[in-house]
Structures are given as structure tokens and as C-alpha cells.
């Protein structure tokens, strides 16, 4: 952690939960003797007794009290219950409590399971009172999950499922026969079943599991307290490790058996406490078991808990990056814990294998030869992760190695950093062949990055509270170095072939490393986080022993990281004065290349549903445009009628394959000005060209086709008809109705009265429309929209994903005139939503406004698009007109949001 960052995890322990002293528990068997088996009088109690934890926990009494005060309430209630509703031949059978109720752990609404042990099958008359015991507890609110099991169906269960196993560890007489309990506990011990070691590799490899399902990292933004990498789980994983092992029912006994330091334990209660609280908290504002961590919950949470915004870090990214930090916290003692077990479970015996004066190797894992290894030696605190990586088959670091390295995280200071030899290795583990991800993530896990580079400890479990980012600023920066290392190995080459070409020919690929790195390292800082970041790469990069030229790419890169990326998607690319100003910014094409693979990497990184084919296309596209321009030389430009003249020759070659005559296509392409050849590619003009010359030409009546798999990774959906008021609103209202992601469209109106209106669609997880039944209902929805407008709804009516509903973005809208090209250019940001586009497309049309492209691009809850438009004489907007129009949709925008 950065000097002067505050130790989320460093404040005064809780005390320890205390014997429930709650009057609700005092009074309540003499109360519900009193409610003479009244459901109703019990539910009201109940219901009193939890809206008192509730008012408990929000005067913040320690939530490790509360926890087992609702255990202890739920436990009198079961007990009453089954003095009240078993019968006499059920003497002899045990309630016994199970899982975390078992612990004697109850969240508000935590899963209530009980285990009814019974020395034989239950008969007819038992099997009635079980079913009226539990109509019963339904009655009264307490939904409880039940098995009804004798001791060998246990042990049967438990060899079949180890979550059986782990639930029934962890069992607690309620009433009964405590015999035929202690009969159960001999049948699962580990002599019989489950030994140890078993045990415990398959609760490693049901959390290796589980953190595979969450992407295997603890930092998505809508996190599940409970079951996320770093969560509660994890902290379970350890005890029920534990109990198996040494038979111990709390933590407390990790520490007994000489697992777990004090200080260890004591970090280890402060991120359960925290995340008990949390989850608590979850309970109390939703009512129900709810243990996801979701936006609208989270700026409850942080209002309860009194956090308040600061000048660059909202309230709730305060409770977040603790959060975050916690889990951080948690996923280091889990693996330490979970190494130090398995080194004592490891029957292999043998002497370590050497690897050098410091380090050696002890049953495949690395391990410091002596316990002052980096007191002695503070350059093995790198060292360590370089030797990693040119080991492979080396499968971790020794739980002694672990501690060793947290102890003296301290050593690397100012001085440390300023060390020619510390230089060397950490450059050593970026320029790598293997191992690079791997290792910064180690890193990052240990403590050793955030020290080493100072700025990346203050980004370290740091969140952006919207939807663009689905992980925290340190998690995504590594996982936009992963993507880059893959690009490097060829085994990836099918992900993203050009951006796998290019990277393996880039002849310093650290210089993208360290970009990445510091893409967004200035993030939270207040101020422009490329500019700030870009001065942070430079100097250590300079510091680290690069030549100033490699730096200064490192800082050009980190600076420019989001110029590719805005210029494809919000600007023309098929405007020849884009590409060549593109050109002019990157200057050549080693800047080209290595701020395409940062682009490309960066988007992956950003969110699994940020990056589609479609981006893949048009990154690709403006990279070969850009990189052509380089080529030709800045001196000698790519002009407009050299493109066009280029895009019909290609267009021609493709469909004289397919035997089009030649007076076809010139008939075709007399409709058409020289914009529309600049904004199709040759594919599209030739799909164009073919279905306009088997079309009658005398005919009115409507085409439509689509073209499934377009060259641009869409589902290009054409219209050819007249022109029709709000055809660009209907049309976006059909598509948008239909659930579809509409990420580009361009209207050409043709000589004849006819408008070509081409749109790019993507289902909602990104992917083309392959679908044949899908195919059709979308052109029969739009044949019905063309041949029946009156009966098509001119609105959407889809609802706006929750997550988006927590978002309030203002509209805003920016109009500049286009002289060159005789248009104006509208920007757009505004909350995204269905339905979106067709009011805009209605303004538009009634303000008499003709639109010629749409370039659309969504960033988490924000739409940011762009709209080339014109009067009815095709001329750019008037500054009165502008005005209006900027107003009219502002109006029409912010009512619909408000609505």
C-alpha cells in the first residue's frame, strides 16, 4: 500500500460476539407458551423480534452479536416447536442444526437448515407430525430446509456429496437424543470417510470452482459477498479445512495448532466482520436473502454505513474499494492457509532442491531458504517472481515464503526503488517469454506491485460506479496485460488474428506492457487520468532504464490510450480527412501498431460485453485505413475521389464473379452520390448492387433483405424504399423493440425518390443473428412497420435493464458544422435506453432535419452518438436551427427519462 493510504483493514477488532444477553430471548419461551401455538401470534413475534436485530444494527451494534442472536432466537423457536409438535416414538430422535445454523450463525434471512436424525425410517404417524412441524414453521415465517436421515443414510449421503459432508461437520444438537448425534459424528469421522487429505483437495478444487464461475476474480463490480473470490465462502473453506483437520470449532484454534499467527487471525476476523456487516446489511434493506452486492444496494449500504462523497472518490467507491481490499485481504490468507494445509496433508517426503543461495524448491512449490532470506537480501522480493516464471513446473510459493515476504513488504522504499539491481528484475519478469500475467498478479496478491509502483497501490481495489467498467482499475489493468500476452502466444492467434500478427512482430513488447500498466493508473486523482498517467510511465520508465525512447512511447501510449478507440466509433472513418488527421496523430507505424493492440486489449479488459465482432471489424477497418495513409506519406494525402474510384473497382471485381452485367451495376450506381461509395465498404456496395439489378425498376414496392454475417460482424439489415417520414424512427423502434443492439446506420437517399437505409445489428450478447426463425421475424416485423405504419407502435416499450435504471445522465448535445462535407455533426450523450434512437429520429424528422449516418455507441448506462444530419435542401443546420434543435431533443430526451 502507497505511504499515506489509509489500512482499510487496520482498526480495532470487534469485540468478541458475547453471550446473546437480548431480552427478546429472555421473554420469548414464556411469550409463545402465551400464543398457545397461535401461527399467527408466533409470526407477529417473530417479526418484533427481527425488526429489533434490525434497529440493532442500523444503531451499529457489533454484527457478530446479531448474528448469533438470531441464531439463538431460531434456535428457542425450534425447540418450542418440536416440544409442541413431535410425538411420543420421536423420543428418541435428534433436531440437530446444520451449515452455518449449525455454527450458530443466522443473517437475517440466512438459510434455516435442520437435519431430523432418526434411529429407523419413520412410520406413518411420525411421517404426519414431520409434515405438520413443518407446515408449522411455514406458518409462523421460518422457511427451513429439512432432511430426515438415520446415522448409515448420513454416512451414505456424505461419501456420495462432500457438500453433504461439509454441512453435516458443522452439526449442532438442538433437542433430543444426543447419543444417537455423537453415533453420527463417529460414522463421519475421518477414519471412516473423507480422510483429511481427500477432504481438503476436494474442497480446493469446489473453490477453484466456484471462483471459475465469477471469472475467477474478486473484482466484478456487482459482487456476491457471499460466494465471489475473497468472499465469505472462502473464509468458510478455511474453518470447514480446519475442523476436518484439527476438529476445531472456531478460528481461534487455527492459531492453537500453530496455522495462524495472531496478527493473521486478527486480519482474518476484521475482513469476516466487514463482510458479515455487509451481508447483514444486504438482509435489512431488501428483506430478503440477498447476498449480491447490486449498484442500487451499494448506494444504500454506503449511506447507512456513513460514508460520505469526497472531492475525486463518491461514498459508495469508498465502501467498495474497502470492500474490495477486504476480499483482496481475504484471498491471501485463504491461499496461505490453504498451503500450509496442503503441506500438511503431503505424504512425499524428500530433501528441497536448490535453485540458488536463496531460494529452493520443496515439494514443487518455492520456498526462501531461511526465514531472513529478504531481510538479508532485499532484491529476492523480485527475485521470487522471476525464478517463477522461468520454473513452470513449479505449482506455488511455501506458506513460510508467503509470511516471510508480507513481513517485510516494508524494505521496498524509496531506496529499494531506486536500485539499478531491482530495475533489472523487474524489467526482467515484464520482458519474460512466460509468465508475465501470472506473476504481476502474484504480485499484485502479495503486496510487492502496489509497493514497488507506488500509484498502483492507490488503484488497488479501486471501483467507477457505473457500468463501462465491470472490474476494479487494478483488475482490469492486469487484464488488459493478459490480453496482450495472449495476442503474443500463438495459440491465441484465433481470438483476434491481426492483433496476434501484430504483436508478435513488435520488436519491444514490454514498451506495451508498461503502457498498459499505466493506462489508468491516474485514475481517482481528479484531472485528466491519461495526461497525469502518461507523466507517472515516463519517469519510471526512465527510472527503470529504458531509453528515452521507449519511454516516450510508454508515455505517448498512456496519454493517447483512448484516441483509437473514440475516433473509430464516434467519427467517420470513411472520411478521408479523419484518416489523414488519425495519421498526423500517431506519426508512423510502430505508434500505430502498438496503440492498436493497447486499444484492442483495453476494450477486451474493460467488460465481457463491451467487445463484439462489430469492434473487431471496425478497429480493424480504421487501423488498415490509418496505416495505408502512413504508407502513402503525410505529405501526399488520400484523397475522396482516389477512395471512391478504389471502392468500385473492388465492388466490381466481386460481382463480376458472380456474372453481374456491367450496364446492371451502372444502372444501380446511378442512384447513388460519391458519399455513399465512401461509406460502404466494397462487399456492401456489391450485396447492394446485386439485389437493386434484380429488382424491377419500375417497381414501388419495398426491399428488404439481410445479409446474416456481414463483413463488418454485424447482421446488416437493408431497407430500400421511398422516402417516408420517420422512417429511421420506425425502423430504429422495430429493431430496438425486438431486443436488438443497433451499432450503426447510414441512410443514403437516392436520386429517384428512394432512400437506401442500411443499419448494423447485434443481438444482445454481441453476436450476429444466425438464427434462420430469428431472420424472419425480424423481416416481417419490418415489412409490417413499411406496408402497416399506422398499426406499427411508433415507441418502444421494452424496460431499461436495472442496472441502467440506477444511472442519471444529463443530455447533453454538442452541434459543429462539417464544411467540407456540406453537413452538420450532432453529439449526443444522454442516458441509454430502449427507445433511444426513435426519439431521436422523431425530433429530427419534425424538425425538419434529414439524417445521413448514425454512428452509435453505448459505455455502460451512457449512449454516445453521433449524427450526421442536414436541412431538406441538404445544406448544414443554420445557427437558429441548431438551436431549436438542440433544444427540441434535450425537451423530448429528459421528458422520456423522467417518465
Not at 465 to 480: G, K
Not at 527 to 544: I, K, M, N, P, R
Not at 820 to 835: I, K
Given at each position: ?14 469485540a ?12 420469548l ?23 429489533d436485530?434490525?434497529?440493532r444494527?442500523l ?5 457478530e ?30 433436531l ?8 450458530g450463525?443466522l ?11 432418526v434411529?429407523?425410517?419413520p ?19 421460518l422457511?427451513v ?12 449421503e ?20 444426543a ?6 459424528q463417529?460414522?463421519?469421522?475421518p ?28 473484482y ?32 481461534d484454534g ?18 469476516q ?41 463518491l ?5 467498495m ?41 520443496r ?6 531458504v ?14 521470487l517472481?522471476?525464478l ?20 517485510c ?6 531506496e ?43 488503484i ?17 489493468t ?8 495472449r ?5 491465441y ?13 513488435l ?11 499505466f ?11 491519461s ?11 526512465l ?14 501510449l ?20 479523419v484518416?489523414?488527421?488519425f ?7 510502430a ?15 474493460t ?20 496505416r ?10 488520400i484523397?475522396?475521389e482516389?477512395?471512391v ?27 447513388f452520390s ?30 428488404i ?15 430500400y ?13 422495430v ?14 437517399p ?13 443481438e ?19 415489412w ?35 464544411e467540407r ?8 450523450t ?12 422523431k425530433?429530427l ?55
Amino acid at each position: 500500500m502507497a505511504a499515506g493510504d489509509v489500512d482499510l483493514l487496520d482498526e480495532a477488532l470487534p469485540a468478541p460476539p458475547a453471550d446473546p444477553g437480548w431480552p427478546w430471548l429472555q421473554r420469548l419461551p414464556a411469550l409463545l407458551a402465551e400464543a398457545h401455538g397461535s401461527p399467527a401470534a408466533w409470526r407477529e413475534l417473530l417479526r418484533q423480534a427481527h425488526e429489533d436485530l434490525k434497529a440493532r444494527f442500523l444503531a451499529d451494534e457489533p454484527v457478530e452479536t446479531l448474528v448469533h442472536a438470531r441464531a439463538a432466537l431460531v434456535d428457542v423457536v425450534l425447540r418450542e416447536s418440536w416440544r409442541t409438535h413431535s410425538i411420543a416414538s420421536m423420543i428418541s430422535w435428534a433436531l440437530v442444526a446444520v451449515g452455518g445454523y449449525g455454527r450458530g450463525e443466522l443473517h437475517l434471512c440466512s438459510d434455516i437448515d435442520i437435519l431430523l436424525l432418526v434411529p429407523r425410517a419413520p412410520d406413518v404417524p411420525e411421517r404426519g407430525a414431520i409434515e405438520r412441524l413443518l407446515a408449522f414453521l411455514w406458518d409462523i415465517g421460518l422457511e427451513v430446509g429439512h432432511s430426515v436421515r438415520t446415522v448409515e443414510e448420513c454416512a451414505a449421503e456424505s461419501i456420495a456429496d462432500v457438500s453433504v459432508m461439509t454441512t453435516l461437520l458443522e452439526a449442532r444438537l438442538l433437542s433430543g437424543n444426543a447419543a444417537l448425534l455423537a453415533d453420527m459424528q463417529v460414522a463421519l469421522a475421518p477414519d471412516r470417510i473423507w480422510p483429511v487429505k481427500e477432504f481438503f483437495e476436494a474442497k480446493v478444487r469446489e473453490q477453484s470452482e466456484r471462483h471459475l464461475k465469477a471469472n475467477d476474480t474478486a473484482y466484478n463490480l456487482e459482487p456476491n459477498v457471499k460466494t465471489s473470490p475473497g468472499g465469505l465462502r472462502d473464509i468458510q473453506t478455511i474453518a470447514w479445512v480446519a475442523k476436518r483437520r484439527f476438529g476445531s470449532d472456531t478460528l481461534d484454534g487455527l492459531v492453537t495448532n500453530g496455522f495462524l499467527t495472531l496478527a493473521e487471525l486478527r486480519r482474518l476476523k476484521q475482513a469476516q466482520s466487514f463482510l458479515w456487516k455487509v451481508r447483514f446489511g444486504l438482509h435489512v434493506l431488501t428483506g430478503r436473502r440477498e447476498d449480491r452486492l447490486l449498484f442500487d444496494h451499494q448506494l444504500r449500504l454506503a449511506q447507512t454505513f456513513g460514508y460520505e462523497d469526497a472531492s475525486y472518490t463518491l461514498a459508495v467507491e469508498q465502501l467498495m474499494q474497502r470492500y474490495y481490499r477486504t476480499v483482496k485481504d481475504v484471498s491471501l490468507l485463504n491461499e496461505l492457509l490453504l498451503q500450509l494445509f496442503r503441506e500438511a496433508v503431503q505424504s512425499e517426503s524428500g530433501p528441497p532442491r536448490p535453485l540458488n543461495a536463496r531460494f529452493q524448491v520443496r515439494h514443487g512449490s518455492l520456498e526462501a531458504v531461511s526465514e531472513d532470506v529478504f531481510a538479508r537480501t532485499p532484491s529476492a522480493l523480485l527475485e521470487l517472481f522471476v525464478l517463477l516464471q522461468q520454473n513452470p513446473d513449479i505449482k506455488g510459493v511455501r506458506a513460510a515464503t508467503m509470511r516471510a515476504v508480507a513481513r517485510c513488504l516494508w524494505l521496498i522504499d524509496e531506496e529499494f526503488r531506486q536500485n539499478p539491481r531491482h530495475h533489472r528484475l523487474f524489467l526482467e519478469i515484464v520482458r519474460a517469454p512466460a509468465g508475465v500475467t501470472h506473476e504481476l498478479r502474484r504480485m499484485n496478491a502479495y503486496g510487492v506491485l502496489g509497493r514497488y509502483i507506488p500509484a498502483f497501490g492507490r488503484i488497488v481495489g479501486r471501483m467507477q460506479y457505473d457500468l463501462f467498467h465491470a472490474y476494479t482499475v487494478d483488475a482490469h489493468t492486469l487484464f488488459v496485460v493478459s490480453n496482450l500476452r495472449r495476442f503474443a502466444i500463438s495459440r491465441y492467434d484465433h481470438e483476434l488474428p491481426e492483433a496476434s500478427r501484430i504483436m508478435q512482430q513488435l520488436p519491444r513488447p514490454e514498451v506495451a506492457y508498461l503502457a498498459a500498466l499505466f493506462h489508468d493508473i491516474a485514475k481517482g486523482r481528479g484531472g485528466d487520468h491519461s495526461e497525469l498517467g502518461s507523466v507517472d510511465a515516463e519517469a519510471f520508465c526512465l527510472e527503470q532504464g529504458l531509453s528515452p525512447y521507449d519511454a516516450r512511447i510508454v508515455a505517448w501510449l498512456v496519454r493517447s490510450h483512448l484516441t483509437f478507440s473514440i475516433t473509430a466509433q464516434k467519427q467517420d472513418i470513411g472520411d478521408p480527412q479523419v484518416i489523414n488527421a488519425f495519421a498526423r496523430t500517431v506519426g508512423d507505424e510502430a505508434h500505430l501498431d502498438y496503440l492498436y493492440v493497447l486499444t484492442c486489449a483495453d476494450v477486451r479488459g474493460t467488460n465481457p460485453k463491451l467487445w463484439n465482432s462489430w469492434k473487431a471489424s471496425l478497429f480493424h477497418d480504421f487501423y488498415h485505413r490509418v496505416r495505408r495513409a502512413l504508407r502513402r506519406g503525410l505529405e501526399t494525402p488520400i484523397d475522396q475521389e482516389q477512395l471512391v474510384r478504389e471502392t468500385q473497382e473492388a465492388a466490381r471485381r466481386l460481382m463480376q464473379e458472380r456474372d453481374l452485367p456491367a450496364a446492371d451495376i451502372e444502372r444501380a450506381w446511378a442512384r447513388f452520390s460519391a458519399t455513399y461509395f465512401l461509406q460502404h465498404s466494397p462487399e456492401e456496395v456489391a450485396w447492394h448492387s446485386r439485389l437493386l439489378a434484380e429488382r424491377d425498376p419500375s417497381s414501388d414496392e419495398p426491399l428488404i433483405a439481410l445479409d446474416p454475417q456481414s463483413v463488418r460482424g454485424t447482421t446488416a439489415v437493408l431497407i430500400y424504399t421511398r422516402a417516408r417520414r420517420h422512417g429511421f424512427a420506425r425502423t430504429t423502434a422495430v429493431l430496438d423493440q425486438l431486443g436488438l443492439n443497433i451499432v450503426d446506420a447510414r441512410i443514403t437517399p437516392t436520386g429517384d425518390g428512394f432512400s437506401l437505409d442500411l443499419y448494423h445489428v447485434l443481438e444482445d450478447d454481441g453476436a450476429p443473428i444466425t438464427d434462420r426463425d430469428r431472420q424472419e421475424e425480424i423481416e416481417h416485423a419490418l415489412w409490417g412497420s413499411l406496408q402497416r405504419p399506422e398499426d406499427t407502435p411508433f415507441a418502444v416499450y421494452r424496460r431499461a435493464p436495472r442496472q441502467a435504471r440506477m444511472f442519471h445522465t444529463p443530455t447533453l448535445i454538442a452541434l459543429s458544422v462539417d464544411e467540407r462535407n456540406r453537413r452538420s455533426v450532432l453529439e449526443l450523450t444522454a442516458g441509454d435506453r430502449p427507445g433511444l434512437l426513435c426519439d431521436v429520429g422523431k425530433v429530427l424528422m419534425e424538425a425538419h432535419v434529414e439524417l445521413q449516418a448514425a454512428k452509435i455507441m453505448t459505455v455502460g448506462e451512457r449512449a454516445e452518438d453521433v449524427f450526421y444530419v442536414t436541412d431538406f435542401d441538404g445544406r448544414p443546420l443554420g445557427a437558429a436551427a441548431g438551436e431549436r434543435l438542440r433544444e427540441s431533443l434535450t425537451r423530448a430526451l429528459d421528458r422520456r427519462d423522467a417518465a
